[in-house]
Structures are given as C-alpha cells and as structure tokens.
C-alpha cells in the first residue's frame, strides 16, 4: 500500500516535472549557419566532466563531423570561387592588354595623321607648316630683295647708258662742229692759196 502511494505521488509530480522542464529550456535560437555560428553551437552544446583528477570535453561526434564537412565545403567553395575569379582575372588582364595595344596603335595612328595633317611634303620630306611657311617666306622675301636688287642695277645702267648716250651726242656734236670749222679752215686756205697763185700768175 505504501508503493502505491509512492507511484500514485510520483504520477501527481510528473506533470510538474514537465512543466518545470519546458520552462527551464531556452528559448529556440535563430540557427547561424556560418562556420563561427557552427563553432559556437559546438561549444554550446559540448560537455566536461572529470574522472580521476582530469578534465575531459565532450563533443558529439556526429556534430563535430557535420562541421568537419561544413568546413571542407566552404573551404571547396571558397577555392572554386578563387579558381573562377582567377580565371577572370587573367580573362581581364588579357583584355586590358589587348585594348592597350589597340589603344596604341589608335594613338600611333592619330599622331601619325596628326603630323601629317600639321606637315607639307617639301622636295620629299615632310616639315611641319610653321618651318613651310618661314621656309616660303623666307624665299620670297629673297626674291624680293633679288628684285630690288636687279631694278636698282637696271635703273642705275639705265642712267649710266644715258650718261653715256648724252655724251656721245656731244661728242658727236662736237665733232662734227670741229670737222665743219676744219673744213670751213681748209676751204679758207685753200681760197687764200688759190688767191695767192692767182696773183703770182698776173
């Protein structure tokens, strides 16, 4: 009679028991699924006890093996992720050495347009406009003075040639003014000759 009473007070607590239990359990947590999140429930949920004076830790090893694997996943992962940024990588790097070329080139080519837009083929070379134009200008400005040159030598002989003309016409005039008197001398004498035989002859 007394065991009933035990069991019969037994069965009175368990309902109690219970509730007391569901109220001491934590509340649910949000689960962290990042491996520090994992590592720490790890922790929360090992164990120690001691025997013989040492200390040991307890850690469910189907837990401990699921974070093994969750860690060699991340690590796969992360190493894939490595491998194709890698890979992208070196696709940009082969990109960008590609356009710097063409971008080489363009520029080579738009110097090379440029020089000859901003350049004049001068008996075969090319010079730029500015040394062209002091070049032209140069040689104009030489013939210029070439010019001038020629038309104060020719103005000059032209006066000399005139000189030389109007002295010839006074020579001349002189001369024929000296061979009219020479004549108009050598009539008078041949006269006063002529006179003189003519007397002698009387």
């Given amino acids: 009679m007394k ?8 069965f009175l607590l368990i309902p109690s028991f219970l509730v007391h239990a569901q109220e001491e359990e934590p509340p649910a947590q949000e689960t962290d699924n990042t491996l520090r999140g ?4 790890l922790e929360r949920k090992s164990g120690n006890y001691r025997a013989n004076g040492i200390r040991y830790e307890v850690i469910k ?11 060699f996943d991340s690590i796969d992962t992360a190493n894939k992720t490595i491998k194709d940024l890698s890979a ?4 940009n790097k ?9 971008l080489q080139d363009t ?12 350049s004049i083929s001068f008996f075969g070379a090319l010079i730029s ?9 140069a040689i104009i400005f030489g013939l210029l003075l070439l010019l001038l040159f020629f038309i104060y030598r020719f103005r000059n002989s032209n006066f000399l040639t005139q000189q030389a003309k109007s002295a010839l016409a006074d020579l001349e005039e002189e001369y024929q003014n000296h061979r009219r008197r020479a004549l108009e001398r050598e009539q008078k004498i041949s006269r006063q000759l002529q ?8």
Wanted: hydrophobic share 30%.
């Fill in 94 to 102: 082969s990109e960008i050495e590609d356009l710097n070329e063409k």
């Fill in 38 to 41: 994992q590592f720490e429930e």
């Fill in 3 to 10: 065991q009933l009473r035990i069991l019969f007070s037994l």
């Fill in 195 to 202: 006179d003189e035989l003519n007397k002698q002859k009387k």
């Fill in 88 to 91: 992208t990588i070196d696709a």
């Fill in 129 to 137: 406009k500015g040394t062209y134009n002091f070049i032209l200008w």
């Fill in 107 to 118: 520029t080579n080519k738009l110097n090379n347009v440029t020089e000859e837009k901003d």
């Fill in 61 to 71: 090893l189907s837990e401990l093996y699921e974070t093994k694997n969750n860690i």
